[in-house]
Structures are given as structure tokens and as C-alpha cells.
């Protein structure tokens, strides 16, 4: 089990770079907020941006509707913390439950196929770290060029092309996997448009502060983001 104990964080003025190729390969991220004491998390499609038009540092967007629980703690905190994995596992029989039946999963490649010697390879080499992202949020204001911008960039990540499996596709919620109850038919695009291009979702954008490296061996690392990346920002509410 990795150690929470703090260690020296290292600081730059960009991301690790185990951390950037984290969220490049990941599909969803585990959003936590927070609003009067009682905590909230979502799984959810998200985009990651090195910088933008609009800031010169490392930044996450994702979409909510205005209505959604994490959109009101928002509101009220604008700090959230972040969960991104690069890896994909189920859990093994233990000792406890020796007849523990993994999850299901979708058919995968014939043995000795070359697809799965690929895939074997391919999982061997993202297979390697979850990282803590912690940062401010902020709710883009509704109808401004920042939004149009923001939304465009977040559409065109999570659009994918016909070949793209969709047993891993978000199944048809809002702004991700979160369960706050504003479910769409999933038509055409997957969806997408529906939880990322509507005019009715708010565009989250998250300014990453700082957070820690867990890989698979159970080694944890601290690093923060550097200058004004640091300073807390207003929510756009």
C-alpha cells in the first residue's frame, strides 16, 4: 500500500512528466468536492490542457450541468482535489474471499494473436501510476469567448471515432459518470454532445496547484506546480 507520508515536493513551473503522460492515457478522473462538510465525488470525462489562450498554465476541463451537486459545491468551495489512474485492473481472489469472481469484462484478443502481444505490451508500459491532483476550480462565465473556446477543446477530446470501443464510453450521464441524476440517450456521437457541447452545461476549469506520484510499487511522490499557478483563484460564479 502506498505511504501517505509527505516528502520533499518537487517544484516546477509544469507538470512531472509521469503525470502529464497519466493524463494523456487516462480516460476519466475521479472528481472530489466539497461544500458545509459533507464530501461528493464524480467520475468524469475531462480535457487536459498544458496552457491556453487564457492561461499560461496547466489546466483541466471538464463540463456539469448547472444543477448538479458538484456544481453547487463549486459554487460554495471552489477547491477540489483530483484522482486520475493510467492503469486498469480487476481485483484478484483473496484469502477472505477465495471464490471472488472478477468484474466482467468485454472479450478480449485470441490467445497468441498478435493483438495480444500488443495489448499485453501496450498495458505493460501505461500500467505504471495513479496521481493526486489538487487545484482551484473555476465556473467559466456562461456565453464568453473563454467558454466557447474551453467547450470546443473538450468536445474535440472526447469525440471518438467509429472504431473507438465503446464499452469503455461514458454510458450516457452528463458531464461524465458522477451520479447526479441527469441522464441523455447516448445517440450518433456516444453522447458526447449532449454532456459536452450543450448549451446547458457549465465549463469547469481546474488550475493545478500541486498533488502526489503513486505508482504500482507503492513508492509516493510529492510535486507542486510553481508560480502563479499557486495563487487561489476567484470562482466564476
Known amino acids: 500500500m502506498a505511504s501517505g507520508a509527505p516528502t520533499s515536493p518537487a517544484a516546477s513551473n509544469q507538470l512531472p512528466e509521469e503525470v502529464v503522460t497519466c493524463l494523456q492515457n487516462a480516460r476519466f478522473l475521479h472528481l472530489a468536492t466539497v461544500s458545509n462538510n459533507v464530501p461528493h465525488i464524480s467520475l468524469m470525462n475531462y480535457t487536459y490542457l498544458p496552457s491556453s489562450p487564457y492561461s499560461s498554465t496547466p489546466t483541466i476541463i471538464m463540463t456539469t450541468p448547472p444543477s448538479s451537486r458538484k456544481t453547487i459545491n463549486l459554487a460554495d468551495n471552489p477547491l477540489v482535489s483530483l484522482l486520475v489512474h493510467d492503469w486498469a485492473s480487476h481485483r484478484p481472489r483473496t484469502l477472505s474471499h477465495p471464490d471472488r469472481s472478477p468484474s466482467p469484462s468485454r472479450p478480449g484478443p485470441r490467445p497468441g494473436s498478435l493483438a495480444e502481444l500488443l495489448l499485453g505490451m501496450n498495458t505493460a508500459s501505461v500500467s505504471q501510476i495513479s496521481t493526486e491532483i489538487n487545484g482551484v476550480a473555476e465556473i467559466v462565465p456562461r456565453g464568453s469567448e473563454q467558454e466557447t473556446w474551453y467547450k470546443a477543446q473538450h468536445l474535440a477530446n472526447n469525440t471518438f471515432g467509429p472504431s ?74
Open 164 to 237: 473507438e470501443d465503446t464499452h469503455s464510453s461514458s454510458p450516457g450521464l452528463w458531464g461524465g459518470l458522477g451520479t447526479d441524476g441527469n441522464e441523455e440517450t447516448r445517440e450518433g456521437d456516444g453522447g458526447t454532445r449532449c454532456y459536452v457541447g450543450s448549451d446547458e452545461v457549465c465549463v469547469v476549469v481546474v488550475k493545478i496547484k500541486d498533488g502526489k506520484i503513486a505508482d504500482w510499487k507503492g513508492q509516493v511522490r510529492d510535486w507542486v506546480v510553481s508560480g502563479d499557478q499557486a495563487a487561489a483563484l476567484p470562482n466564476g460564479v
